[in-house]
């Protein structure tokens, strides 16, 4: 299991949602909880998404909700990239066991969005979308600034043996 302490009440207070049939609710406590009981499009409306994907779309020229592919890929790789920057916080590396298996494979996954989107994921900005999440749970972990830095280099290395595999049809 993967123990990631995060202090859920202040984080759903940054949480806006503007649909009047949402049934989502700070009392679920959980970030995840409420966007589960969201409509797939609302997800990255949300305070806490918004930011990443305008990162991505200033990244690869191309615009959420234009093209559902996009858009998909836009998704994935904002909440993906996010989790992973919370995980490899609390001290994870990728791996191939236990829970730097799950860094890795979140990593992996967000790295084929990323080239879904058009985008070299060995010259990727990884730096500029860490620091974003950090900027965003700037309040809740302010140590996330930090580590930042050193989050977005294992994020360049994690690319860079990716890109590698990726070459020699792994």
Request: aromatic residues 8%; glycine residues 6%; proline residues 4%.
């Amino acid at each position: 299991n993967i123990a990631v302490p995060i202090n859920f009440a202040s984080i759903a207070k940054k949480l806006k949602f503007h649909s009047p049939k949402s049934i989502c609710s700070e009392e679920l406590g959980d970030v995840r909880a409420q966007l589960v009981n969201c409509r797939p499009r609302i997800i990255v409306v949300a305070d806490l998404f918004w930011p990443i994907i305008k990162k991505l779309e200033h990244f690869s020229g191309k615009t959420y909700g234009k093209d559902v592919l996009e858009t998909r890929a836009m998704r994935l790789a904002g909440d993906h990239l996010k989790a992973a920057t919370m995980i490899a916080n609390s001290g994870v590396f990728p791996s191939n066991k236990t829970q730097g298996y799950v860094l890795r494979r979140l990593l992996r996954r967000a790295l084929l969005a990323i080239k879904k989107l058009g985008l070299n994921i060995t010259s990727f900005p990884f730096d500029e979308i860490v620091g974003e999440v950090a900027a965003i749970y700037n309040d809740v972990f302010p140590e996330l600034a930090k580590a930042a830095k050193e989050i977005a280099q294992v994020f360049s290395e994690e690319a860079g043996r990716f890109e590698k595999a990726l070459n020699q049809g792994i």
